[in-house]
Structures are given as structure tokens and as C-alpha cells.
């Protein structure tokens, strides 16, 4: 790793534990240290741990006053999610609607200063029973917009200025029957009575139990990092709830599950991640295993280079515009991507391709005779 990824995951440790932030060089390349930041979601980190720093070692104060409207910026952010997570929840529960609020938001809270964690959308998982009540009601409730979508797993809108999704699953794993066993074990894990109430900012959230959360956050990470990129933030999210939650896991049930579904690796991999990369102790780190180092380190080159959601990968021509001619050019840009990634856990990238193909193949001859 070149001087200024070090500097950038020194300074990310000392933000998520609140310590002085050593070994720096003497002279850093701010530039390149920020814009590593933003490529991984990271300014509001790198942003507490300069204020750490003694005077004589922060920026200039151009890159000080940068990262000062960035988090102006976030602040606000926050307190627009905040309300409309309120709007929604709202609307859903007078239709006998209970979402549970997944990822970003949520994390949030587990971080030191829960402002400092950068938030884009909201994630409301209600379950296929509920779904086409929630999905209508929140047409009725919200203006339609050009941009609303669905996809397999969730209903997607604009909500004044924030983007809402509403999921009818979690998440999906490759495997038929690995996928069924997690599809059960979630409709399982997120009945009613297993869920976890928190009070944020004034508004009464359901949250996922702690077993629920520590897999499907690695998992939905590891979806998205095979998928098309995902940037360090995604680690940290992890690292932070495993040392905030790592006592009210049970373990046993941990390791039965991620063997269930395949995932037993990839949990190896994020845990080398947290404690190798972002610092976490080792024993906040159920199951960490040190023969991950290869795969861990193979997996963090590429979010270097890829950044947060792939944004900074290396782009391809523009899709064509017709149907077959775009199909095969996203199987193209798809397949690229699979080898490229393959190195770090072969066999489940390998059989994640051949689902993704044969799938691929599927819809493709579906869409010609619709």
C-alpha cells in the first residue's frame, strides 16, 4: 500500500476508537489522503480523527475548511434521513405496517458520533406478506416519481430529496437451497418479537436482532462487492457493531449459520479486514481466522481501486440501447468483473458467476416474448 493508505487507515482507527492517531509520517499528502476518503465514504471519519490531531500536524486551512462544510453538509443530511424516516415509518405503521430499519441509518448510531458516518438512503424491510399494502401505500402517501423502481428484492422511491427502498427480502445468496435456508432463517430472525426498539432522535425504530445483523451486514457488503464494488465504509459499519455487539452474539449459532449458507469464508475475510486494516480487537471478533490473509488482502486491493459501490473502477463503454446488444454488453462487463474477483474466494465467486449466467440466459429469453 502506497504512504498515503496508511495514513488514511491510521487515521480511520483512531476516529472509530477514539484514540491519538500514531506512526503518520512526517509529511502527508493531504490531497491524496482526502480524496482516498471520499472515494470511500470515509470524510466524516477523517474529519474527527484531524481534529485529534495536535495543531501542528492538521492541514492546511483550506483542506481544514473542506472537511468543516463536509461535515456541515452530512450534518444536515443526517437530520433530513432522520425526518423522513420518520414520514415513512409513520405512513407504514397506519397501514399495520412494521418496517425494520436495515443497514446505514441504524449503523449509524454505533459509530462514536453517529454524525460522522455518511448516509444515503433509507432501508425498510417489511416481509412479502406485507409488501404490496407498503408498496401502495407509500404510492398514495408520496408522489410517484419518473425515477420509482422495483427490483426482486425491494420496492425504490424519492421521498423529498431521500431515496426509500422497501424490501420484500433482505438479501440473496448464490445456491438454491443455500439461498432457501436464508430465506428462512430471515423470515425467522425478523418476526416481531425478536426484534430490537431503540428510540433515534426521537423516533421509535425496530431494528434487527444481533446474530440477524452481523451476517446480513458482512453479506449485503460482500453482495455488493461481488456484484460491482463496495468501499471500505462497509467494513467499518461491520468493525463497529462487532465491538459493540460482539457479547450479545451467540456464537455457536453464528458458526451454524454461516456454514449453512456457505458464508464461513466470507466472514473470515471481514474479520482479517477489522482487526488487520481498521483495528479492531481481536477477540470483538468471533471466528476471526488468520489464514484469511491472502483473501483479505487480495479483497482490499480492489476496494482501493474500486472505491464505494465500484464508483471508481475502470468503466467500460456505454451500454448500447438495444435490448439483445445491451444484454450481452452488461454479460460482458458482468463476467469481467466475476474474473477479476475470483482470486479472492474462488469457489463462491466461480459458482456466484454460474448462477448470475444461467439467471442471465433466463430473463433474457423471458424479455424477447414479453
Same mark, same amino acid.
Given at each position: 500500500?502506497?504512504?498515503?493508505?496508511h495514513?488514511?487507515?491510521?487515521?480511520?482507527?483512531?476516529?472509530?476508537?477514539?484514540?491519538?492517531?500514531?506512526?503518520?509520517?512526517?509529511?502527508?499528502?493531504?490531497?491524496?489522503?482526502y480524496t482516498?476518503?471520499?472515494?470511500?465514504?470515509?470524510?466524516?471519519l477523517?474529519?474527527?480523527?484531524?481534529g485529534?490531531?495536535?495543531?501542528?500536524?492538521?492541514?492546511?486551512?483550506?483542506?481544514?475548511?473542506?472537511?468543516?462544510?463536509?461535515?456541515?453538509?452530512?450534518?444536515?443530511?443526517?437530520?433530513?434521513?432522520?425526518?423522513?424516516?420518520?414520514?415513512?415509518?409513520?405512513?407504514?405503521?397506519?397501514?399495520?405496517?412494521?418496517?425494520?430499519?436495515?443497514?446505514?441509518h441504524?449503523?449509524?448510531?454505533?459509530?462514536?458520533?453517529?454524525?460522522?458516518?455518511?448516509?444515503?438512503?433509507?432501508?425498510?424491510?417489511?416481509?412479502?406478506?406485507?409488501?404490496?399494502?407498503?408498496v401502495?401505500?407509500?404510492?398514495?402517501?408520496?408522489?410517484?416519481?419518473?425515477?420509482?423502481?422495483?427490483?426482486?428484492?425491494?420496492?425504490?422511491?424519492?421521498?423529498?430529496?431521500?431515496?426509500v427502498e422497501?424490501?420484500?427480502?433482505?438479501e440473496?445468496?448464490?445456491?438454491?437451497?443455500r439461498?432457501?435456508?436464508?430465506?428462512r432463517?430471515?423470515?425467522?430472525?425478523?418476526?416481531?418479537?425478536?426484534?430490537?426498539k431503540?428510540?433515534?432522535?426521537?423516533?421509535?425504530?425496530?431494528?434487527?436482532?444481533?446474530?440477524?445483523?452481523?451476517?446480513y451486514?458482512?453479506?449485503?457488503?460482500?453482495?455488493?462487492?461481488?456484484?460491482?464494488?463496495?468501499?471500505?465504509?462497509?467494513?467499518?459499519?461491520?468493525?463497529?457493531?462487532?465491538?459493540?455487539?460482539?457479547?450479545? *452474539?451467540?456464537?455457536?449459532?453464528?458458526?451454524?449459520? +454461516?456454514?449453512?449458507?456457505? $458464508? %464461513?469464508?466470507?466472514?473470515? /475475510?471481514?474479520? @482479517?479486514?477489522a482487526?488487520?486494516?481498521?483495528?479492531?480487537?481481536?477477540?470483538?471478533?468471533?471466528?476471526?481466522d488468520?489464514?484469511?490473509?491472502?483473501?483479505?488482502?487480495?479483497?482490499?486491493?480492489?476496494?482501493?481501486?474500486?472505491?464505494?459501490?465500484?464508483?471508481?473502477s475502470?468503466?467500460?463503454?456505454?451500454?448500447?440501447?438495444?435490448?439483445?446488444?445491451?444484454?450481452?454488453?452488461?454479460?460482458?462487463?458482468?463476467?469481467?468483473?466475476?474474473?477479476r *474477483?475470483?482470486p479472492?474466494?474462488?469457489?463462491?465467486? +466461480?459458482?456466484?458467476?454460474? $448462477? %448470475?449466467?444461467f439467471?442471465? /440466459?433466463?430473463? @433474457?429469453?423471458?424479455?424477447?416474448?414479453?
Amino acid at each position: 500500500m502506497e504512504s498515503a493508505h496508511h495514513t488514511l487507515l491510521e487515521l480511520i482507527r483512531s476516529a472509530l476508537w477514539e484514540r491519538p492517531a500514531t506512526g503518520l509520517p512526517e509529511e502527508v499528502d493531504w490531497a491524496k489522503v482526502y480524496t482516498l476518503a471520499r472515494q470511500q465514504t470515509l470524510l466524516g471519519l477523517l474529519a474527527d480523527a484531524v481534529g485529534r490531531l495536535p495543531q501542528e500536524y492538521r492541514p492546511d486551512a483550506a483542506m481544514m475548511q473542506r472537511l468543516k462544510s463536509f461535515c456541515l453538509r452530512n450534518i444536515q443530511s443526517h437530520v433530513l434521513i432522520t425526518k423522513r424516516l420518520a414520514d415513512s415509518l409513520e405512513t407504514l405503521r397506519s397501514a399495520g405496517v412494521e418496517p425494520v430499519l436495515f443497514k446505514g441509518h441504524g449503523l449509524a448510531a454505533n459509530y462514536p458520533d453517529p454524525m460522522s458516518r455518511q448516509c444515503g438512503d433509507i432501508d425498510l424491510y417489511v416481509g412479502k406478506e406485507d409488501y404490496d399494502k407498503a408498496v401502495l401505500v407509500c404510492r398514495q402517501a408520496f408522489a410517484e416519481d419518473e425515477h420509482d423502481s422495483e427490483s426482486i428484492k425491494h420496492f425504490h422511491f424519492n421521498h423529498d430529496g431521500v431515496t426509500v427502498e422497501i424490501h420484500r427480502i433482505a438479501e440473496t445468496i448464490p445456491g438454491i437451497f443455500r439461498n432457501r435456508r436464508y430465506q428462512r432463517w430471515t423470515v425467522e430472525s425478523l418476526r416481531p418479537s425478536n426484534l430490537r426498539k431503540t428510540d433515534m432522535e426521537g423516533v421509535a425504530v425496530s431494528l434487527p436482532p444481533h446474530n440477524f445483523n452481523a451476517v446480513y451486514v458482512m453479506n449485503h457488503a460482500w453482495h455488493h462487492f461481488v456484484t460491482g464494488g463496495v468501499g471500505l465504509r462497509q467494513f467499518c459499519d461491520w468493525a463497529v457493531y462487532m465491538h459493540r455487539f460482539c457479547k450479545e *452474539i451467540d456464537v455457536q449459532q453464528l458458526e451454524t449459520d +454461516l456454514r449453512s449458507f456457505g $458464508l %464461513y469464508r466470507v466472514w473470515a /475475510i471481514f474479520a @482479517y479486514v477489522a482487526v488487520n486494516f481498521l483495528g479492531l480487537p481481536k477477540d470483538e471478533c468471533p471466528l476471526y481466522d488468520a489464514g484469511a490473509k491472502s483473501s483479505a488482502e487480495k479483497a482490499m486491493e480492489i476496494v482501493w481501486t474500486d472505491g464505494n459501490f465500484g464508483r471508481y473502477s475502470e468503466r467500460s463503454a456505454r451500454r448500447p440501447d438495444g435490448y439483445s446488444s445491451g444484454k450481452i454488453h452488461s454479460m460482458i462487463v458482468t463476467t469481467k468483473r466475476y474474473f477479476r *474477483i475470483l482470486p479472492v474466494y474462488p469457489s463462491h465467486i +466461480l459458482s456466484a458467476w454460474v $448462477l %448470475y449466467f444461467f439467471s442471465g /440466459i433466463y430473463h @433474457y429469453c423471458k424479455g424477447l416474448f414479453e
